[in-house]
């Protein structure tokens, strides 16, 4: 699907199918929607107020509108206008652009200034918008062999009804762009079922990158690599399955980058199938466990965008990528495993996977002399009874790396809340076999698996993100959201913005 985005100040309709027009409780109209109601002598306040539900984001469709130079309006229920924030908006947004995914409809236009949003300017809602806007339209249809669904929409069109200097329309377009290609690559990769997205295929898929991004560079290590590197936490998972591991390191740096700056490193939880191994898992929606590598997933969704966009951050993707089975070599519970850390790790439960992984990837990061690093991953189940699909879950101890992230979040609509790292949640994960237990013992399981994460990080600043609950949507219409792309994104053009 490719959509044309383009901005006009002029207000005219006439080549547009059909206008979005955000109706605000007492069903209140904005600047525009009030001068075309006065147009169209009332008929659009008459209609909203007899047949628009007020419920959000319910929608009522106007056909040729009196006095109105264009072929419909779709009237869509915004609440209360004190309440929007960016979450509110772009949920606003994705059904808009649902509702308006007709054989027919080929031109939308949406006038900006009619959809006030707390701190932002009309400007930085505009990648919201389009971000947005393709998450409507969006559908994982790879494996079907009949009945595509057909997108007919051509292009959007943003009206605004204040003059905007012409370079930040630009920027902020191709920003929603470049923000849309780097979700619906993390959506496709997750959305892949575990017999298509194997490890090896997604390491391809990295490598892939690299021939459209000069600034790219992709090293793959296989099995025989992570042995000479002693990575016996990518290990451990990977001998219950014949599937053959993968460590993807992907490197980004624009010729605008100073040499010597270090980089923000991203690590991405990259178990293409989760089956929970010997402490195998319930059978009831062991099907979702394919979304185990969401993690792995967005990491190059967010590199795919930086890379685009030419940011002037360095970065570093590292994509620990293994199945969790349970074949006759698997790991068993009460093993003990060497780590490439050097540190040992009893073996509690072999479905906590994905921390021995990850581990070894937090070590590895340390080569890279990174200024930051932030692993991502779907680690635990307990974060969807803590905040359910509202947040991502965020642990860090340093409160710098807590605040830019929690703003990020904020701004994207992709939001994280912070947990507690205190000294109690170590203690929970000491074993008297090993240096450390890979589960603790005594509830808070979300906490006790960034403790132990924490356990293989020096000194830099780190922050652990776990998305169990935010990367898919559950259940019959099982989807990849491509979260937490928008906010690691707006993480990093913050802080390009700081360096500058
Ligand atoms: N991949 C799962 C976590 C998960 C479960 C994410 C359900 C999304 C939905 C992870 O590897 C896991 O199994 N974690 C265990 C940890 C436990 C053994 C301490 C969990 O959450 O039950
Ligand atoms: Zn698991
Ligand atoms: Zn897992």
């Known amino acids: ?207 892939s990158l690299e021939k459209t991004y000069p600034t790219l560079s992709v090293e793959v290590l296989d099995m025989d690599d992570a042995v000479v590197q002693n990575m016996g936490g990518l290990l451990a998972v990977a001998q219950g399955s014949a599937q053959a591991a993968k460590f993807v390191i992907i490197r980004y740096r624009a010729s605008k980058t100073k040499p010597d700056q270090s980089p923000v490193v991203l690590i991405g939880k990259g178990v293409t199938f989760d089956s929970g191994g010997i402490s195998i898992k319930p059978a009831f929606r062991m099907e979702e466990m394919k979304f185990d590598m969401a993690g792995a997933a967005s990491v190059l969704g967010v590199i795919k965008t930086a890379a685009q966009l030419e940011l002037s951050v360095p970065l570093v993707g590292i994509l620990p990528l293994t199945e969790n089975l349970l074949g006759s070599k698997a790991m068993k519970p009460g093993d003990v495993i060497y780590t490439l850390s050097g540190k040992t790790v009893e073996i509690i439960d072999t479905d906590a996977e994905g921390r021995l992984i990850l581990a070894d990837a937090l070590t590895y990061s340390q080569r890279f002399n990174p200024a930051v690093v932030i692993d991502i991953g779907t680690l635990t189940g307990a974060i969807g009874i803590a905040l359910g699909s509202a947040a991502s879950g965020l642990m860090t101890t340093d409160a710098d790396l807590c605040r830019a992230l929690e703003a990020a979040g904020k701004f994207s609509g992709d939001r994280v809340w912070s947990f507690p790292l205190w000294e109690d949640y170590y203690e929970m994960i000491q074993s008297n076999v090993a240096d450390v237990a890979n589960v603790g013992e005594g509830g808070a399981g979300s906490i006790t698996a960034a403790a132990f994460l924490s356990r293989f990080v020096d000194t830099t600043k780190w922050a652990h993100l776990d998305i169990g609950e935010t990367a898919y949507v559950t259940g019959k219409n099982k989807t990849a959201t491509g979260r937490p792309v928008a906010l690691l994104v707006q993480y990093l053009l913050h802080y390009c913005q700081s360096l500058n």
């Open 1 to 207: 699907m490719k959509i044309d985005y383009k901005t006009t100040t002029s207000l005219a309709l006439e080549n547009s199918d059909c206008l979005i027009l955000p109706v605000f409780s007492n069903y209140v109209l904005q600047k525009m929607g009030q001068t075309l109601d006065k147009n169209s002598q009332g008929q659009i306040a008459r209609l909203i107020q007899g047949d628009l539900e007020l419920k959000l984001g319910s929608t009522l469709m106007i056909h040729d509108p009196r006095g109105v130079n264009v072929q419909r309006i779709l009237c869509i229920y915004y609440g209360a206008q004190e309440n929007i924030d960016t979450v509110h908006f772009q949920k606003i947004i994705t059904t808009a652009a649902k509702a308006t995914n007709k054989p027919g409809i080929l031109t939308v236009s949406i006038c900006l200034g009619d959809f006030p949003l707390i701190q932002h300017s009309i400007v930085d809602t505009i990648p919201q918008v389009i971000s947005a806007f393709e998450g409507g339209f969006y559908v994982f249809e790879d494996f079907k062999t009949a009945a595509l669904n057909t997108c007919a929409l051509q292009s959007v069109e943003l009206l605004f009804n204040t003059q905007i200097d012409k370079n930040q329309l630009d920027v902020a377009i191709n920003t929603g762009k470049a923000l849309a290609e780097g979700i619906h690559l993390t959506k496709q990769l997750s959305n892949l079922p575990a017999n298509h997205g194997t490890p090896s295929h997604i390491a391809k898929i990295a490598q």
